[in-house]
């Protein structure tokens, strides 16, 4: 880096410290490290939700239908083009000389073997959207349930391509563009400019020094409720699939009461790995999350219809990138019952778990270049869906096509469709009782990683903030996803995705803003390391 480029560096280092110093001291007789105003009007903000939604269910439950309807209404095409920028941004940073930056400077070296590197990307692609959706989603397209993709006639050989190519299209290169995108801004600002790792940092090109201030303020607290919404999404869903699955094994009323008292039992083990830290805590359940999920896996495969799983893999590549382009369009859709229920849904998804999986994925990416980062965080995450998706979704539309079980019915319930599609495989109670294992520690993973992101947000970028602050957070996930079920009713799966659509609309604005900044940040740290290599080859 150049003289220029290293004195501002320590700059803005500087003018952090200050600041980041002043906090220090900060910490309430309770134990927690209070980033004002971050931490307080974001507790607050949930914590008025939480209780108003509890209050007042029906009128919840009114609201959040209005919210989700009114937001589908106008700004259906916003999440659609926002998302379709950041991935084009992503490939054209991929692509350009700006690729050859590294993360931690020039000299840096990967703190992870790629091996080790790219598991952990792999482990973050799983979760309990995989578990849940796994044989639903394709399912879903291939049955008409919430409508079909692009109005392909149901339960159709053209069908069911598209139903495994749409699924693909939701889990592919668009949404693990908007994890890269944050991964990339938290990285690089962290890792080459020395500022915190918070996503207020990434806005230093175009806020300066006003980014220790309100406008920071605001980015912060708009990424910490967007994710705890895109946490309880999660969460909500999870709790509905295991109460479910509980009820198809044991004959246990999948109520609402049960699914709260699951909440509250699974939040109870989030707080215990909180306590037990990182090693013994997230780790240990990452590793347990990988094994469980490999085994279900390789089960389905074996004990399912093989040889069309097999196939199933290259027409589901070949049908997302037949039909990326046309699901990818925002103008004249038909499909409309489809394309509000799925695809809006799940942008606002991705864009409300973006600064969770995007600390994770920076945190872990030191030493790579920007071009080794964005080929592994854009590829591997495809590879993996796939494999996933196909697996699941052709034995439960191989069902459908021979009559077995209870699946050529229809999906009555989206939760019971993964043991309804176990109950016709060997060793029924065996496997389910492994998925529902799964779901708990997948819960348990998500609310203990959530709470340290979270945690390090409303510290203003620390990682080492006490423990009752993580458990603080966790006790909140669990709270807002209960919330949601109770105010969501009957209808809690809608409540689940009204929350999350509305969080993630005011984030999506800031994604925008952050591919601009960032574009700033790389091309500033290029011209500084050609002005270094000329000055090296001219004094060599």
């Known amino acids: 880096m150049s003289n220029q480029g290293i004195e501002e560096s320590v700059s803005i280092n500087s003018e952090y410290e200050c600041d980041y110093e002043a906090g220090q001291d900060n910490v309430n007789p309770f134990g927690l490290e209070m980033h004002n105003p971050v931490f307080f009007i974001s507790a607050l903000l949930i914590f008025l939700f939480v209780i108003s939604t509890l209050a007042f ?24 083009i926002a998302t379709n920028v950041v991935l084009l941004f992503c ?13 931690g400077g020039q000299d840096a070296k990967p703190e992870f073997s790629t091996i080790s590197w790219i598991a952990m990307l792999f482990s973050a692609g799983i979760g309990i959207g995989m578990v849940f959706y ?3 989603e394709p399912m879903a397209y291939y049955t008409d ?13 053209e069908a069911q391509r598209l139903a495994l190519g749409a699924t693909i299209f939701h ?8 994890y890269a995108l944050i991964g990339l801004s938290l990285a690089f600002f962290a890792f080459n400019k020395g500022l915190p790792l918070t996503i207020r940092s990434a806005f ?13 303020h605001i980015i912060d607290i708009l990424a910490v409720i967007a994710t705890l919404f895109g946490l309880a999404t999660s969460l909500g869903l999870g709790a509905q699939q295991a109460a479910t699955g509980l009820s198809f094994l044991f004959d246990i009323e999948a109520s609402l009461t049960s699914q709260l008292l699951l909440i509250a039992g699974i939040s109870g083990l989030a707080i215990i790995s909180v306590v037990r830290g990182m090693d013994g805590g997230v780790k240990l359940l990452s590793n347990i999350n990988m094994v469980l999920a490999a085994l279900l896996l390789a089960f389905v495969f074996v004990t399912g219809p093989t040889s069309e799983i097999v196939s199933g893999f290259g027409t589901a590549l070949a049908s997302y990138a037949e ?3 046309p699901l990818s369009n925002w103008v004249g859709r038909e499909d409309t019952e489809w394309y509000h229920g799925w695809t809006i849904f799940y942008w606002a998804w991705w864009v409300s778990w973006s600064p969770f999986v995007g600390m994770f994925i920076a945190r872990i990416s030191r030493g790579r270049t920007i071009r080794q980062f964005l080929s592994v965080v854009l590829i591997v995450p495809v590879i993996v869906a796939t494999i996933w998706f196909t697996t699941f979704g052709v034995t439960a539309m191989e069902q459908i096509n021979n009559g077995i079980g209870q699946l050529p019915g229809g999906i009555t319930q989206a939760p019971l469709v993964l043991f309804q599609m176990l109950e016709n495989l060997p060793m029924t109670d065996i496997i389910s009782s492994l998925a529902i294992i799964l779901l708990i520690v997948f819960f348990v993973t998500s609310s203990d990683s959530g709470s340290l992101v979270i945690d390090a947000i409303t510290a203003g970028g620390r990682t080492d903030a006490p423990v009752s602050q993580r458990i603080f957070w966790a006790i909140l996930q669990g709270l807002v996803a209960a919330a949601l079920l109770v105010g969501g009713g009957a209808g809690a799966l809608g409540a689940v995705q009204a929350g999350t659509i509305a969080s993630g609309l005011p984030f999506t604005f800031v994604l925008l803003v952050c591919c601009y900044s960032l574009f700033k940040g790389l091309v500033s740290e290029h011209r500084a390391l050609a002005s270094f290599e000329i000055k090296a080859e001219a004094t060599s």
């Open 57 to 80: 269910p029906d009128i919840s439950k009114v609201w959040f239908e209005a919210i989700k309807a009114w937001t589908l209404q106008y700004f259906d095409w916003f999440f659609v």
């Open 91 to 103: 490939i054209g940073v991929l692509a350009s000389p700006l690729g050859k930056i590294r993360l």
């Open 204 to 216: 230093y090109p175009l806020l300066g020094e006003r980014v220790w201030g309100w406008p920071g």
């Open 134 to 136: 796994g044989s639903a």
């Open 145 to 157: 349930w919430g409508g079909t993709p692009l109005n392909v006639e149901p339960r159709t050989p």
């Open 323 to 325: 039909y990326a382009i």
């Open 171 to 178: 889990w592919g290169l668009t949404p693990w563009a908007v």
